[in-house]
Structures are given as C-alpha cells and as structure tokens.
C-alpha cells in the first residue's frame, strides 16, 4: 500500500483569501473524506466524496467545498478564509470493502493570519 | 454539546501494565466504535473497532469492551509498551446514515514509562 498523500504539509495565508489542499489516496479508494482538527480538539467531519459526489456532509459552511477526481486524488478548497480555520486538515481514504477502515493521510497544517 | 467524550486527557503508565483509555458517548444511535491511535506529525492510525451488537473485541494486546447501558467503552492495552506512547482518539458512527460522519473524542495522550 502506498497510502494517503496530502500536501502541502504546512501552509500560511492571509484572513480572506482561498486555499486548495489536496490529497492522493490508494488505488481502488473510491471513497475520500475530509476532516479538520482544531489544537486540542478531535478531528471533525468535514464531508465525504464517493465515486466523485459528494454524499455526506458535517456542520461546515458552504465555503468549505471540495472535488473528487478519477485518478483517486481529492481536493478541498476553502473560500473566505478565517482566523478559525487554521487546524489540521486531514483526508483519510478507503477502498470498498474496508468499511470504516479509513486510512488517514499526515494532514495539512493551515495558518490563517 | 460533545457527543463523544474522552474526560481524560491524559495518561501515564509503567511499561508492562495495563493501560485502560475511557469514552462516553451521548447519542443512543451510535452503533459502531472505532479506536484511533496518533503519533505527532502522523495521521490516526486505525486500530481497532467494535459494532454495538458485541460487548467485547480482541485483537491481540489491544481489547476494546463496551457497555451499551452505561454508553461507555474502553480501550485496554495489556502489556503497555513504550512504543504505545501516542494520542488515543475515540470515535463513533451511526453506520447506515452517516456517510463517512465519525464523530471523535478529543483524545486522550498515553504515556508508557519504560
């Protein structure tokens, strides 16, 4: 197994501005989701893409939006940035047949100043 | 308003005892419980889940037991390593409708002493 990518791994911007994180999963992950960890905090759900629909979403604003692609690479983009959105953001992926058995990615620490 | 609880945040343990990590949840849907483990600079790392239809899932050192009536489980590891020092984050999912929605706890840093 090759695992999940994510990159960059670090990352600043500046209040108000946009930003692509991107993640590339396994081959055979049809099923990508996206998480945000705040500093002392779990991470929490984001939404979820299957087969490149989206199928399942958390409590985030419609800012937050994302894209799954053929190859099994994903993006999430984030518009409007805040100062409450610097955390870690996690991608985690799963083939078919592992149910809950996701595989996470190192994630993408963003700062937003 | 936490769903899913991990009331410490951290632990200490010598190396060949038990570790035993706690999670409470709140929502009487949950069906499924997952254990993650997180190094820093690492994403979790799944490892080990239990289905609400069971009490008890083994999987080598690593034994997760849960008390539907107590909303309650937990993660015991016997014998503890040094190896085993990481975050531990529980997380639970209502299965059919959830989509991908694991809902985690804030974690719990163990620490095993050598």
């Known amino acids: 197994e090759t695992g999940v990518t994510q990159s960059p791994t670090h990352l600043i911007k500046t209040r108000g501005q946009q930003v692509t994180l991107r993640c590339s999963s396994q081959?055979?992950?049809?099923?990508v989701s996206w998480y945000q960890q705040a500093l002392g905090q779990g991470p929490q759900f984001i939404f979820q893409y299957y087969r490149e629909e989206e199928n399942g979403r958390g409590n985030f604003p419609p800012r937050f939006s994302g894209l799954q692609f053929p190859n099994y690479s994903s993006e999430l983009n984030v518009n409007a940035l805040e100062l409450d959105d610097s955390a870690l953001y996690l991608c985690a992926s799963s083939p078919p047949d592992r149910g809950y058995g996701y595989t996470f990615g190192s994630g993408t620490r963003l700062t937003v100043v | 308003d936490q769903q899913v609880k991990q009331n410490s945040p951290s632990l200490s343990v010598q190396e060949g005892r038990i570790s035993i990590l706690n999670c409470d949840y709140t929502n009487s849907m949950f069906d499924y419980f997952l254990w993650y483990k997180k190094y820093p600079a690492e994403g979790p790392t799944f490892l080990i889940s239990i289905s609400s239809i069971k009490d008890k899932n083994e999987d080598g050192r690593f034994t997760v037991f849960l008390n539907k009536s107590a909303k309650h489980l937990s993660l015991h590891i016997v014998p503890s390593q040094p190896g085993d020092s990481a975050v531990y984050f529980c997380?639970?999912?209502?299965?059919?409708?959830?989509?991908?929605?694991?809902?985690f706890g804030k974690g719990t840093k163990l620490s095993v002493k050598p």
């Open positions: 081959s055979g992950h049809n099923t």
């Open positions: 997380a639970a999912s209502v299965a059919v409708a959830s989509q991908g929605n694991l809902i």
